[in-house]
């Protein structure tokens, strides 16, 4: 009942008050068996009302024993409760409305984080989050790249499909592996050299009219370069010089 409630925005309006009498009333063993995701909106929208109430809910502390969640195509605005998940090491908010990445602080273990599809302009609420290997921001509002300099273990990241000009920001990123800047609007290949461990480099679909930088990273298996203002006769050498890994 209470997640009919929830999908119909039959709980929109509910008082913090009517918020709490459910979650008090729900048992520890259907929150984790049935809906995780359904919890955590319900915890998200107390919270935004007063959070001063979460601390009433005498189970919430077994939520520390949680390490993934998943809460897509919510409409997601805030995060008003991430910080009772500690423990979270892949975290999926996948096609919602989030304008920042603000909320994420205490998530220390954060291994994984998916943001795809979201609305966001800033890249800022990221640098407490040392423990990521994989970061996906693909299509949101991005149009600097920053805050990614204590992320130093990260292997995987995602920018695609946002509006970044220049590639900067990413020089202590060196365990990357593979790195995503398609849809954008590069005009100037820079800012990878430090990257000697990169494999997959996604460039198609921008405006660059030069590559001179992948000649350093030796390491390269896959680079897709289709859909930008190179000249035929560059895309000829570099046919030659990469055929077998290079798609223009």
Do not use: A
């Not at 290997?133 to 790249?145: H, R, V």
């Not at 990357?176 to 800047?181: G, K, N, Q, S, Y």
């Amino acid at each position: 009942m209470v997640l009919f409630l929830f999908e119909e925005g039959y709980l929109e309006d509910f008082s913090s008050d009517e918020l709490m009498i459910i979650l008090e009333d729900m048992s520890i063993v259907q929150i984790f068996d049935q809906n995780l995701e359904l919890l955590f909106l319900l915890l998200n929208k107390l919270g935004k009302k007063d959070s001063k109430l979460l601390s009433r809910i005498n189970w919430l502390p077994k939520l520390k024993n949680v390490k993934k969640l998943t809460v897509e195509s919510k409409n997601l605005t805030t995060l008003d409760c991430l910080d009772i998940f500690t423990n979270l090491e892949s975290l999926n908010l996948n096609n919602n409305k989030l304008n920042d990445i603000e909320g994420l602080d205490t998530l220390e273990k954060l291994r994984k984080l998916n943001l795809n599809g979201n609305k966001i302009i800033d890249m800022k609420g990221l640098k407490n989050l040392k423990k990521l290997k994989e970061l996906y921001l693909w299509n949101n509002q991005i149009t600097k790249i920053s805050s990614l300099v204590n992320l130093t273990k990260l292997e995987r990241l995602s920018l695609g499909g946002n509006q970044i000009r220049e590639i900067r920001g990413l020089d202590s990123l060196r365990k990357l592996v593979f790195l995503d800047l398609s849809y954008n609007q590069l005009v100037k290949l820079e800012g990878l050299s430090n990257l000697q461990n990169l494999q997959v480099l996604h460039l198609h679909n921008n405006y660059l009219t030069e590559v001179n930088e992948i000649l350093n990273i030796s390491k390269l298996k896959e680079v897709k370069l289709e859909n930008n203002s190179l000249s035929e006769e560059l895309k000829e050498n570099l046919r030659r010089l990469y055929s077998s890994i290079i798609s223009l």
